[in-house]
């Protein structure tokens, strides 16, 4: 097993390690996308994400990550546990976090028929892709600007539906694929199609840290966990370990935030002078606003929670010409001072 | 440092480690030091022609690297399944089940990959590559078979760029320690290199062992990156490993302020894009180098490049130079500044940006994008001459129905897979023609200023659709008595904004300087494979001539001639004519340049876009959702 650089080792990028933290309490909120430098942790930290995710139940043997609460043809129409047993076995497993790696061949993503079994024993059967072991967990993309095309359209439309449907080589597969789309890219190196954008519900910026401590901090890091990874980790562990309790705690308040009607309505302020488009922008603002207060052990929704989410909610969703980057940060500034108060 | 190829290489061999070399010397210091961590540090980039420089460098490196080091090269143009690996048909069809064959980069695992024409790679191939150097291994979800293959290695890029709109893309360019520059290396002026193997496998063994770097050098080198204005953390990072590999080489188990230095000059320099800024020496030589200070880099008092201390300061013995001495940050930033390439050191005098060095921070790979058309899937077919035999498809095809076909035909034996006419699978594109709008924009004086504003948004509208479209844009400008061409084509278009709104308007007309300029750049993308498309906003006044003096006729006449040119070229054009009162000179332009002729008194946005759009053949149909 190759040793995860620790989430919690990595220095800075707040605002990047806020929005992994928020998706993971609320899974609804969508995706996030991750702008940025090389350098910047991008990677590390989704890759990171998983050590912090509470386990899941699914039902033991499953190949389609099935939920045993849901009804039982939501799984896989292919799934045979599911046609047989009626109360089934479950078992704990860990949240995926599946990694879609460029040069990943489409029979790979959706599923296919699994060569093996044709080959040595003449059956035909289908072998789930990466988009059925991400379900109910997370799917990321580095570098999700290469992308090839065809895998692209193929995940937006698996996004929209939750559902992923294979019709190849004879065999008819439906299996829910149900993930969280983590994606991280530079967009110098080519930019993102803005209908994959749109299916992100936060989206950060991340830089190069400015501060030269921390900047030395990152570079004795990244030398310490290069010299011994086991070590580095285990001396980690308790503060990654508090990260992943916060995580945990939040999804089990998540329930019982209150979001007053003041704050629907300065988040809907929000959205009209930022001129974000749709409802999806205050969808997301409130859940991201919810999720923040649970972090942070809050009971209510306040100015200050939906201050801190208001730009990685809705920073992608300006109205504006895509043409203008720079301007975006100054405009959401503006408009929380405006609505906010300063 | 003394110019190239006049220095004395041959000083180079046994002292090879010391400092103030040559360009040669260090291109050898920095080989030795890939050969004993050619991971940690990620290889080199080595601008050079193919000539008998590239090559020694690249033996001297080879014979460095111990026996059993994967030294591989990667053929010019690579497919997935050779890089990453795939399904191995051979092996598969044998032995009756899916046999996985690795790629190069798996191949090369614990070695170094040579990358020929590293310039010419492919964003998304560079992408690949960047990732494997980063994870250490390769993902392989390919081919029906999901893989983690072990890949830990160093990259060679090899740059054979000649013109500046070539480069080896920033993905590489990052994460591989040196930039070494060969190309003004004389083959003549090099004397033999000592091979010292044995000191290579020594420091591997010993590399693991050395300890972790003070934290005075781990400062000193963030702080040193930094002043030059070196915005990755992982240039640092690369320096540290550099430093450490040079105490490994070196036989010590600490890394010290001659490791530093060294690592400070062959990782940081090439990598500078501004110079420190000079102040009081006072201020900064007695600060307390173990703690770096607590200052963002806006407000960071960068020290003084103190003159003269490069070469003396690192024979000193002592790791804690004596309160009054320079501090290792000075002693680094000093080591930097004497090792930037000459014309580089001018330019950031002057203030500029690099533009002549091989660290460019715009336009990753996407000039050579694959023209091939993006794989659209399979498709039932036979064999024909071109076409492309889709293997595994194929295979997998033929799979289910072996059980079968062998109870068929037991002649032909158990052991081979029976494949038939029926499962022949095609490899199917999409050649997609990518197209490229130049926008040519009359700023002049003559285009009054309200004028201007409605041509930009004009333009702004169309880049926004170019973006949708996934179209490139350029953007050509011309006013007083010059065209430039404000943004080179992109797709990558979030600057064009800024440009257009700070674009300055007034002047005379130079139309012909800007038909060429736009006639020049369209012939460029037709070169690179893309459908140009020149959209020409002006009110066809030019009054300043080819050689920028004004004089009307001949500007009018020059004009003319511009725009034939681009007819004869058979360039598709768009002349938009905003001209107020528009005259017989925009129609004959137009017509001269075989353009689509629209007059717009006033610039309308839309207007203009509908045109354009129905102009551009990409721009028709915007990508779909779904597939």
């Known amino acids: ?342 | 440092m003394a110019p190239i190829g006049a220095s004395d290489p041959g000083a180079a061999s046994n002292a090879a480690l010391g400092p103030g070399s040559s360009p040669w010397t260090d291109s050898i210091v920095a080989a030795r030091l890939l050969a004993v961590d050619p991971v940690g540090l990620g290889g080199a980039v080595l601008t050079a022609g193919p000539g008998p420089v590239r090559d020694l460098w690249l033996d001297i490196l080879r014979l460095h690297i111990p026996e059993g080091v994967p030294f591989r090269r990667m053929p010019a143009s690579i497919e997935d399944d050779r890089l990453l690996g795939g399904v191995d048909l051979v092996a598969t069809l044998k032995l009756g089940q899916p046999v996985i064959q690795s790629g190069i980069l798996a191949q090369a695992d614990g070695g170094v990959v040579i990358i020929p024409m590293a310039e010419r790679l492919a964003a998304g191939i560079a992408a690949r590559i960047a990732g494997v150097i980063d994870r250490g291994e390769v993902l392989i979800e390919r081919d029906g078979l999901a893989r983690r293959v072990q890949a830990r290695i160093g990259v060679i890029a090899l740059n054979e760029a000649v013109s500046s709109d070539e480069m080896v893309p920033t993905a590489l360019l990052d994460r591989l320690a040196f930039h070494l520059d060969l190309s003004l290396i004389r083959p003549l002026g090099i004397d033999e290199t000592e091979i010292d193997d044995v000191a290579t496998t020594a420091a591997r063994a010993r590399l693991a062992t050395v300890a972790p770097a003070s934290d005075a050098i781990l400062g000193a080198l963030v702080v040193t990156a930094a002043k030059f204005g070196i915005p990755s953390v992982v240039a640092p990072l690369l320096a540290l490993r550099a430093a450490r590999a040079a105490a490994a080489l070196a036989g010590r188990d600490t890394i010290q302020e001659e490791d530093a230095i060294l690592a400070a000059r062959l990782v940081l320099a090439p990598r500078a894009l501004i110079l420190p800024e000079a102040e009081s020496a006072e201020s900064t030589a007695n600060e307390d180098q173990s703690t770096p200070r607590d200052e963002t880099l806006d407000e960071a008092p960068p020290p003084p490049p103190t003159e003269g201390a490069t070469p003396e300061a690192d024979q000193e013995p002592e790791d804690e130079p004596p309160p009054d001495a320079p501090s290792l940050e000075d002693i680094l930033l000093a080591a930097v500044e004497a090792a930037l390439p000459d014309g580089l050191l001018e330019s950031l005098r002057d203030g500029k940006q690099s533009r002549g060095s091989i660290i460019r921070r715009q336009g990753s790979g996407q000039a050579q994008a694959a023209l091939r058309g993006r794989p659209a899937g399979v498709r039932l077919g036979s064999l024909r001459p071109g076409a492309r035999l889709a293997l595994v498809d194929t295979l997998r095809a033929a799979a289910p129905w072996q059980p079968v076909r062998r109870r068929e035909t037991p002649e032909t034996g158990l052991q081979r897979v029976e494949v038939r006419r029926e499962d022949f699978r095609l490899k199917k594109f999409v050649q997609r023609r990518e197209s490229t709008i130049v926008f040519c924009v009359d700023a002049s004086g003559s285009t009054a200023f309200q004028r201007l504003a409605e041509a930009k948004g004009a333009v702004e509208l169309l880049l926004a659709e170019a973006y949708v479209a996934r179209t490139y844009a350029a953007l050509i400008v011309f006013r007083g008595n010059e065209a430039e061409l404000l943004l080179p084509p992109t797709r990558s278009l979030s600057r064009a904004k800024s440009l257009l709104a700070n674009l300055p308007g007034g002047g005379g007309t130079p139309l012909a300087s800007g038909i060429d300029l736009a006639t020049m750049t369209a012939l460029g993308e037709r070169a690179r494979g893309r459908e140009p498309l020149v959209v020409l906003l002006t009110d066809g006044r030019g009054n300043i001539a080819r050689d920028g003096v004004a004089a009307r006729s001949r500007a009018g006449d020059d004009a003319l001639d511009a725009a034939r040119q681009l007819g004869l070229h058979g360039l598709a054009a768009v002349f938009v004519d905003t001209s107020p009162r528009p005259r017989n000179e925009g129609a004959d332009l137009a017509t001269a340049m075989s353009a689509r002729y629209v007059s717009l008194p006033y610039v309308e946005a839309g207007a203009v876009r509908d045109v354009v759009v129905a102009a551009t053949p990409g721009l028709e149909r915007a990508p779909q959702r779904g597939r």
């Open chain 1, 1 to 342: 097993m190759t040793q995860v650089f620790p989430f919690a080792a990595i220095v800075g990028q707040e605002d990047m390690k806020l929005a992994l933290l928020l998706v993971a309490t609320d899974r609804k909120i969508g995706g996030v996308m991750v702008f940025g430098d090389r350098g910047t942790g991008k990677s590390t930290a989704a890759r990171a994400l998983a050590s912090l995710l509470p386990p899941m139940e699914i039902v033991k043997g499953c190949r389609f990550n099935c939920d045993p609460k849901a009804s039982a043809d939501a799984c896989a129409n292919m799934c045979e546990i599911r046609s047989h047993d009626t109360r089934p076995l479950t078992e704990a497993v860990s949240i995926p976090v599946v990694d879609l790696p460029l040069g990943a061949t489409e029979d790979r993503v959706v599923g296919a028929l699994d060569l093996e079994r044709a080959l040595t024993r003449g059956e035909k059967g289908f072998e789930p892709g990466l988009l059925a072991r991400a379900h109910r967990g997370f799917l990321y993309i580095d570098e999700v600007n290469l992308l090839e095309d065809h895998l692209v359209d193929l995940l937006l439309d698996v996004a929209t539906s939750g559902e992923n449907i294979v019709e190849r080589e004879g065999l008819s597969v439906r299996h829910p694929a149900k993930f969280v789309l983590v994606g991280s890219g530079n967009p110098e190196e080519g930019e993102l199609r803005p209908q994959l954008l749109d299916r992100f519900g936060l989206s950060v910026d991340v830089r190069t840290p400015s501060k030269l401590t921390d900047r030395v901090e990152i570079l004795r890091r990244c030398d310490a966990f290069e010299r011994n990874p086991k070590e580095f980790n285990a001396y980690w562990l308790p503060r990654n370990q508090e990260v992943s309790d916060q995580i945990a705690a939040a999804r089990e308040r998540l329930g019982s935030i209150d979001v007053t009607d003041d704050s629907l309505e300065t988040m809907s302020k929000l959205c009209i002078a930022m001129g974000a488009d749709g409802l999806r922008g205050e969808l997301t603002l409130m859940r991201a606003s919810r999720a923040a207060a649970a972090l942070s052990g809050d009971a209510v929704v306040g100015a200050d929670h939906i201050r801190r989410v208001a730009g990685m909610a809705l920073r992608h969703r300006l109205r504006r010409n895509p043409l203008d980057q720079s301007g975006s940060d100054a405009r959401i500034e503006r408009a929380v001072a405006e609505v906010l108060g300063a």
